[in-house]
């Protein structure tokens, strides 16, 4: 027989693996399911177990009532989260790194601060490399 940390470990499952996430999962169903397979967890401990879970994942209705499809979505914004915050690691640890390409490398930087010493105008730098009079004037400081 199983004990409910399994049945608990189980349900935490079958939510991660589910393609549509909390969307389609109903704690009725799950429960169901489980007593067919002669395992006894009620809706109510399927419910403290979500709320378990999360602990900031409080139920704000005022009438009391089980508010759990805003906890389900708030459950799985952190599932989103967490996924993210593990395939941005694996990236780095292959050396990939998210973001935008710098434009002002050092090389340009100083092609820039070559053209302002012989004469052109920052909107003319601006012009040639492509960038906005602002960036120029953040990486040059005003001489």
Do not use: P
């Not at 378990?52 to 005022?62: E, I, M, N, P, Q």
């Not at 780095?92 to 820039?112: A, L, S």
């Amino acid at each position: 027989m199983l004990r409910q940390s399994d049945i608990a470990a189980a349900f935490r499952e079958s939510i991660l693996r589910s393609s549509k996430g909390f969307q389609y999962l109903h704690t009725r169903d799950f429960v169901t399911a489980l007593r067919r397979c002669r395992f006894h967890f009620s809706e109510v401990e399927a419910n403290s177990w979500i709320a378990r879970g999360k602990t900031y994942f409080v139920d704000s209705a005022l009438d009391h009532s089980d508010n759990r499809l805003w906890i389900m979505a708030e459950m799985e914004r952190e599932l989103i989260v967490e996924r993210t915050r593990a395939g941005l690691a694996a990236a780095r640890e292959q050396g990939r790194v998210g973001g935008r390409r710098r434009v002002m490398t050092e090389e340009v930087v100083e092609r820039c601060r070559r053209m302002l010493e012989n004469g052109a105008t920052r909107q003319q730098v601006a012009d040639v490399t492509g960038v906005d009079v602002k960036t120029i004037y953040k990486y040059l400081s005003a001489t």
